[in-house]
Every structure is written in C-alpha cells, then in structure tokens.
C-alpha cells in the first residue's frame, strides 16, 4: 500500500539474506536497506559514523553491520555504534507489506538541504 | 430493515463451514442455545472437518471420517440449516439477503461471514494447466492422490509450512517431490537460518529434493503439467504441480457488500465489521491491521464474538501464535518474535550427535521467542511464558535446558550444582565416551585447563558440544581458580573452537556448508559473526573445491565486489599485467576505461601494474567488460588471493641476468592465478641476485643465479618486514613450479584465515615447512597435485562472469529517490 507517508522501493526478494541494497535519494544522504538471516528489513543512513564509510557494503550479521572500512559495528535496530565505539547514524522506518519494501517518506528525505 | 416476526427468533446466517465458522455456532451456543435460528452456507459438498489435519490425511496417517469436527447430527440436533456445496455469491446489506450460486436467497437478521482464505497462485504461464493445484481443501487432496497414485514426479512450489506438508505427504506415498523455494531458507517466517538448514538437510536425507533461492518461470506442458522452468533455466519434470505460497484472505464477498476492508474484512475486538448487523471470523479477517493464517488466533476470536453476541464484554486483543510441522518424525517449534534487536540476547544450545538446535530470544528477563529444531517438547512451555511475559531471571542460566531442568527448584536451576548433583557414571562425553568421574579424576590429577581435559582424557575432544558441561566441572571442581583460559585462542566469540578444530572438523564430518559447521560444533550465535563468517566459507573453499558453493554475504566487501573499496566509497580497479609484462593495446584499453569512466588518478602500483581510482559500483560491470574485451582478467588486487608477481627483466635484456626471470614470473602467475588464500600472497622473480625485483620480502621469491633457482618463503613489506628465508635450491623452472605450488598448498591448507606467511612460518617453523615441502617428496607431490586440482575450479575470471550479468544486484541501488517520486523500483 503506498500512501503519502510510505514509499514503495521495490520487492522483498530483491534484498538478499545477510546482505544489503541501496537507495540514493537526490539531493539528500543515501539511505542502506539491510536484511537480516531471518526476512527482517532495516534501513540506516548509508554512513558510518566513524568515517562515512559505505555500510551497505558491510558484513551484516543478527542485527548488527560490520563496517567495511574500520570494522565498527552499527546497531541496525538502533543505527547506535557497539562495543567501546561511540557514534549513531540516523535510521529509516522501514516495514514490509504485500511483500513490498515501503520506506517512511518524511525521515527518508530528512537528509535534503 | 427486516425486523424478525415477534414468534420467530433472530436468524444468524454464516457463509462458512470451515473451522472458524462452525467453532463460532459452537461458542454461541455453548453461552446461549436458542438465541439464534441458524443456517449454515458451506462452499464444498460436506460437513464441517479439521483443515488443518488435511496434512496427515494426505500422507495417510489419517482418513477424512477420522478429521470431521461435527458430524451430520450435530446440525441436526442444534437445529443448524446446512447449505452445502452452494457457495454464497451476493450479499445484499440493504435488504439482509445472502444469495447463493443455486439463486437460493436467505435472509437474515446477524450475518457472520468466516470465508476463510484462498490459496495464492502465482501469476506464471501455465498456472492453469490440468495437474496444477493448490492444497486448501479435500478436493485438493483427493487431486494429489489421484496423482500419487500414478507415481512420477511432484514438484511443490513454496517451502512454507502447508508446501513441506504436502511435500511429504506426496513423498509418503512414492512419488518424487522436488521442493522450490523462492527465498534462502525453508519456512523462512518461522525458522531462522540455522534451523532452515536442519530441516532442509533432513528433508534431503529423506529423498526430497529442496532447491532454495529457486524462483519460478513457467509451467510448461501441452494437455497438462510436464515440467517446472525455473527463470535460471533450470526444468524440473512434473507430473502434478502444487501451488503452496501462501494464502490470502477471502475478501471478494465482503468487498462486493461494500464492507470496509483492508488486507482482510476489518473487525473491532468483537469481531464487527463496518456493518454493525455483519460480523467475520478466522482468516478472512483483519483486527488491528493484522491478519491470522493459524489456527490458535480463530479460536480466540471465536470466543470473543460469542460473548459479543450473547452481551458480555470481552475483547480480543490479538494473538501471539506459534507454529508447529505436521511432518511425522521432525520436530520443529517457532514462536513470537526472532528477529532480535537491540538488548536481545540469544540463548543457543546445539547437540550435534542427536541434531538439536534450541534458540530463545530474551530481552528485559523476558521471553520474546523461541526456535527449536528437534527436540520441541519444551516449546509449549516456552511459548506459555512468552505469552505470560513471566521474568525468567531466576531460571535464566538453566532456561536453554527445558522445563524439567529449569523448574527443578533452586540447587538444579544453578548449571554447577547441576552438575554437582550427577552420578560419578553419568556420561558426560558420548564421542569418547567419558563419565563425569572420569573427567573429575582428570580434574584431580591436574588438567585444570578445557584443553588439559581435551588432552588427557578425550572429554569434548571430538564434537565438542559437551564443552559446555566439561567447563561446568572445571568450574564445579575449582571453583574460583578456573578462570575458563585456553591455551590456544577459539576462532571467535561464536564458537570454543580454534581455527585448527574447526578446520580438521570440515574434512572429518565432510561439513560443506557454513550453517553445517555451526551446528555441528556447536556455534553459539544462530548466523556467526563478521570475523568467523569469511574464515569459515574460506576454509569450505580449500576443503571442498570442486563442490563449494560461495557466499557471497560471507565475503569482505572487497572479494564480493571484486574491487578495492575506496575511504569515499568508490572502488579502484586493477586489471592483471602477467609478471608486469603489458603491451599498447592493453595501455590504449586501459586509458580508455579511464576516460570513460572518469577515473580520477591512475596509479602505477607496487606489484607492476595499474590501479584506476574512484570507479563507481554501478560502473564495475562494464569497466571490466571493456577491459576483457582487450583480453585482460581481473587483478584480485582485493583479495585474500594471488596477488601479482613481480619480475625484473632477466636474460632476455639485461647484461647481469642469469635466467629469464621475466619467462618463469609470466608462468608462475599463470599457474597461481584466481587462488583464494589465508590472507594475501605475493610472488617476486629477481633474475640475479642484485635482486630488483624484491623477491626477498614477498611470501614466495625466486633469485636466479646461474645454477638454477634460490627459492625464498615467508617474507613480507608491511607493518613487521620480515624478510624471506631460503626453502631450497632447484635446477630447472619445472621444478620452481612444482615447489610453489606444494608450498602455497600447504599453506592455504594449514594457515589460519588472516595470516601471511610470515607469522605462519614464525609459528610452525621453517623446518616443518621444509620437511613437508622439500624433503617429502611423495608429499610435496601430493600437495601440489592438489593445488592443481582447486585451481581447476578457481581460475575463473570474476569480472567476466559479473560483466556477463551474475550477482547484478551488488552493482545496482534497488530504487532511487527523487524528491516526490520513487524511480526505479521494479
């Protein structure tokens, strides 16, 4: 169901298991949709706190992502970095309906000038 | 409105004769009997019966008569009207008439519709073909047998609960079924990964065939069904096709009355519907947005209708539901919510030998969901405080181990006196079978360690999912002074294990799949973490070459885009110069790619070649179709691989060179190339010891002298330089090969993930080398045969097989957002 708050991205299956896709948003930051072992969907801000590496890119393991430049580790429920890290990356509500990923539209374009 | 005749009851009218509808007429009447005249509209030709014991009746461990719910007689005697095999068509909510296919009108005061759902089919061609059908009702089952009793092939679309039900009845009376599963894991909603893949390993054991990730195309057939294409190509024989994706809810009538629906018919908590005179139950039916496709949920709304009816409040407040297979001989259980999440901890046990796996989820010292996979007789008692939202502090250290151990009072609940509390001839250990007085004797006698335990009397030396229980004797028999050290360091936090038991376990239990090894050394995290998941899908690699299956979630960023990620994201690019030996084509095809696609630096490398800076993802494809069109490979300048070789040279040119240098480096990139290692592996052949290839710091170097070849091992640039030690001298450049190959084997056989050389050879020392390499001859022949034998499998060009379309999704965003538009969703 798309309504004014939610914006369909696409298909469920085309995220895969453990891994990620991205989603560019134009003239704001681009957004990281992770899928965890077990179907469910995340979605932070595609910007490690550290440095701003790619997360999308990371491994992502139970509901945590490995950054690929340093290894931190970021919360994807949370977007909060673990361990002795300190930093948070913005989350994107995110739910599946009718097998449709849909993305909420007002934090999805809060990065924008 | 029709107002009832003052002599005459009001008439309830329910379109449904399934499990919901009937159990609603139960629940009414067992409050009040006589409130209602009732009549009952059903749409197949029979009594009420027990769908959800279709499964057991396909697989004939039970009849149709054993799974009928209410017999003729209890119409009768509650005074029930039973419309069957005539399905209502028409709802007129103006008039209060339901009119059925016949053209038979009722009237009625209270309607209640519990249409149940409908199976979903998915929209390929050939979805209508004869011998396509779906399992829903008796009819369906009565179909399937028809088939079955034909014998052949089945193929079940869906690797849900209902598809694996109807695969195994199918399979139980002798056909071949072929399971194909859209997503990754079986029962996906239900099982994690770790119990998907126990299931699908039992399943397989047992003859079915189970293809996940297995995305349908086509049903193909000229009269009826003949075969199953897969969009991968992929065509699987059928004589009957089963259609279990999933099912949804029957909405049509209620929509067509003009009730308010959403993904089902909307209801309030006692069960009304938009229309104050129509109610729904069951799986037609969505209540707070959600809707139910079991069966626990229907009961609980059964009762809360018939109290709404009778005038008592009592609302629903939603189920929490839990699943169960219906396949005789596998056990597995799921309930609430595994998805984990931030303060969620997971609680997991594995036993290997008896093909266990039990994984709570708690967060605050409550329960917020359980998997279990075969031994579920613990589950209802999970479920029951999940759904209490009981603190489980108290038992928490014994929860894993089940009720009886848990709620055995305060001296079991604690893991130590448990153990205290056994017989000295309890079993402790089955591999090696060691008794718990066995392993205190060791105690005793000074193994104070879990590796002095392995050691000396063999206590979880071997599977290792005793651990646990030995560490608790150690903390039982030393009390404070047993700090849980181990000599040698496990793998990860995930597992006790080290790299040598895990890797030494892969050969001997013939494990190949990453979930297999989790299991059966009793991973204690459901999917691993960031450090064991690329060691352990590079150890399957070198064990299984010929059969390894990749995982591309189990590769650092790098190996899975097969480019160097740059600190803004971007990739570098560096194609393959064989022994630093280019020509104009190659430079003119790489100069394009550069212009092309606005490569922003580019960069003679260390190792002889040229590395393309600031590639965008999207871009990778078609970089390396361009530069595989002017005949080059990938690089793996991103690897954990062979990397380059780096040559000066030699004979050919140079007035001190001694052999052709530049020749062997070309043949030993040849033979090296597309090797995945430990960590990454440079090769160097210098043509004269004035050395200006540097083959003294690289893994594997080669000085030409006069006489022959020095070969050279385990040197590195880096943080710690280390320089190479001399393995040996050798004649002839066939037997250069031959000693490089027999040492990388060794090698990537033998190293831990993520060490170089260096700190190899540092720790087996570069005697052991040696006398494996050079002085076993038999040996180093063995090693080297195989390492010619993975290289069959491993030299195949990456960037060819991505420019060609494969894993097309790591290049592409899913969508893009535009302000106000969403492009490229597909």
Same mark, same amino acid.
């Given at each position: ?35 965890? &072992?077990? *179907?469910?969907?995340?979605?932070? =801000?595609?910007?490690? /706190?550290? %440095? ?6 990371? +491994? ?20 909060? &970095?673990? *361990?002795?890290?300190?930093?948070? =990356?913005?989350?994107? /509500?995110? %739910? ?6 849909? +993305? ?10 | ?826």
């Amino acid at each position: 169901m798309v309504t004014a708050d939610w914006l369909d991205i696409g298909p469920v299956d085309q995220l895969p298991a453990l891994g990620a896709r991205t989603l560019p948003v134009q003239g704001g930051d681009e957004i990281a949709i992770f899928r965890t &072992a077990n *179907g469910s969907v995340y979605a932070l =801000v595609n910007k490690c /706190p550290h %440095k701003q590496g790619p997360l999308s890119q990371g +491994i992502v393991h139970d509901t945590t992502v490995t950054c690929p430049l340093h290894n931190w580790r970021i919360s994807l429920v949370s977007g909060e &970095a673990l *361990g002795d890290d300190v930093g948070c =990356v913005p989350t994107i /509500p995110v %739910k599946i309906d009718g097998g449709r990923i849909l +993305i909420s539209r007002k934090e999805a374009l809060q990065g924008m000038a | 409105m029709i107002a009832s005749p003052p002599d005459q009851k009001p008439h309830l009218v329910v379109i449904g004769n399934g499990m919901a509808g009937c159990r609603a007429v139960e629940e009414i009447l067992a409050r009040e009997t006589g409130k209602f005249r009732i009549t009952i509209f059903g749409a197949e030709p029979r009594v009420n019966y027990n769908r959800i014991m279709l499964s057991p009746v396909l697989a004939g461990e039970k009849s149709f008569e054993d799974i009928i719910i209410n017999g003729p007689e209890w119409y009768t005697e509650n005074g029930i009207a039973l419309i069957s095999g005539d399905p209502v068509v028409g709802i007129d909510r103006a008039a209060k008439i339901v009119t059925a296919k016949s053209g038979k009108t009722v009237s009625y005061n209270k309607l209640l519709i519990a249409t149940g759902s409908d199976p979903f089919i998915i929209p390929v061609p050939g979805k209508d073909l004869p011998g396509v059908v779906t399992f829903r009702d008796l009819d369906d089952v009565d179909k399937m047998l028809a088939a079955a009793g034909l014998g052949g092939n089945a193929v079940v679309i869906g690797g849900g609960l209902l598809g694996l039900e109807a695969a195994h009845g199918l399979a139980l009376r002798g056909m071949q079924v072929t399971v194909l599963h859209l997503m990754p894991t079986l029962m996906e909603r239900q099982l994690d990964e770790a119990a998907g893949w126990l299931l699908k390993s039992e399943l397989e054991r047992r003859g079915q065939k189970i293809l996940t990730g297995a995305d349908t195309a086509e049903i193909i057939g000229m009269k009826k069904v003949e075969a199953v294409r897969l969009k991968d190509g992929t065509e699987i024989p059928a004589d009957i096709v089963v259609m279990a994706v999933g099912i949804r809810p029957s909405t049509r009538l209620a929509k067509e009355a003009g009730l308010a629906v959403g993904r089902g018919i909307q209801v309030d908590d006692h069960m009304v519907t938009s229309d104050a005179d129509v109610l729904a139950v069951g799986e037609c039916v969505e209540h707070q947005g959600q809707v139910y496709g079991l069966v626990a949920p229907l009961w609980e709304m059964c009762r809360s209708l018939a109290d709404g009816l009778t005038g008592t409040k009592n609302p629903y407040t939603g189920s929490v539901t839990s699943t169960k297979l219906k396949v005789s001989g596998i056990d597995v259980f799921s309930a609430g919510d595994f998805s984990g999440g931030d303060g969620c901890e997971d609680i997991v046990l594995r036993d290997a030998t008896r093909g266990i796996y039990k994984r709570v989820i708690v967060k605050d010292d409550k329960i917020l969901g359980a998997v279990l996979y075969g031994d579920t007789a613990d589950g209802n008692w999970y479920f029951d405080l999940l759904k209490k939202g009981e603190d489980i502090s108290d038992i928490r250290d014994a929860l894993i181990f089940g009720q009886a151990f848990a709620s055995g009072g305060g001296a079991t609940a604690n893991p130590i006196d448990a153990v205290a509390a056994l017989p000295d001839d309890a079993e402790i250990c089955g591999c090696n079978g060691v008794s718990k007085g066995k392993v205190m004797a060791c105690i005793a006698g000074g193994a104070h360690t879990l590796d002095a335990v392995r050691s000396t009397c063999k206590a979880s030396a071997s599977c290792g999912s005793c651990t646990g229980l030995v560490e608790n004797l150690l903390q039982f028999a030393l009390g404070d002074e047993f700090a849980g050290e181990r000599d040698a360091k496990p793998m990860c936090k995930c597992t006790s294990f080290t790299h040598e038991d895990v890797r030494a376990a892969i050969l001997e239990k013939s494990l190949k799949e990453i979930p297999a090894v989790m299991q059966a050394l009793s991973w204690s995290t459901p999917d691993g973490c960031s450090s064991c998941r690329p060691a352990l899908n590079y150890y399957l690699l070198c064990a299984w070459p010929a059969e390894h299956k990749e995982d591309p979630q189990s590769r650092f960023v790098n190996e899975r885009m097969h480019a160097n990620i740059q600190k803004d994201g971007t990739y570098s690019v560096v194609p393959r110069m064989w022994g630093g030996v280019t020509t104009p084509n190659e430079l003119r095809a790489i100069a394009d790619a550069a212009d092309k696609y606005g490569a922003r630096m580019v960069k003679v490398t260390g190792g002889q070649r040229l590395d393309l800076f600031g590639i965008k993802k999207e871009d990778l494809p078609s970089i390396w179709a361009d530069l595989n069109a002017a005949g080059m490979v990938s690089g793996h300048a991103y690897g954990k691989a062979l990397r380059t070789v780096k040559t000066c040279v030699g004979s050919e040119w140079c007035r001190f060179g001694t052999q052709d240098s530049t020749g062997l480096g070309i043949l030993l990139e040849q033979m090296t190339w597309g090797s995945w290692m430990p960590h990454k592996f440079k090769i160097a052949v210098s043509g004269c010891p004035r050395n200006c290839a540097e083959a003294t710091i690289k893994d594997f170097g080669v000085i030409c002298v006069d006489s022959g070849y020095e070969l050279l091992v385990g040197g590195n640039g880096g943080i710690h330089l280390r320089g190479t030690d001399l393995l040996c001298k050798v004649a002839t450049e066939e037997e250069a090969l031959e000693y490089c190959g027999a040492f990388i084997q060794l090698y990537r056989e033998e190293a831990r993930y993520l060490d170089r050389t260096a700190p190899w050879i540092e720790r087996v020392g570069l005697d052991y080398v040696k006398a494996k390499v050079v002085e076993d001859e038999e040996g180093r022949k063995a090693l080297y045969g195989r390492f010619l034998h993975a290289q069959k499998h491993l030299q195949k060009d990456p960037w060819a097989e991505r420019a060609a379309g494969k894993e097309a999704h790591l290049h592409q965003h899913i969508a893009e957002i535009r302000p106000f538009a969403v492009v490229g969703a597909n």
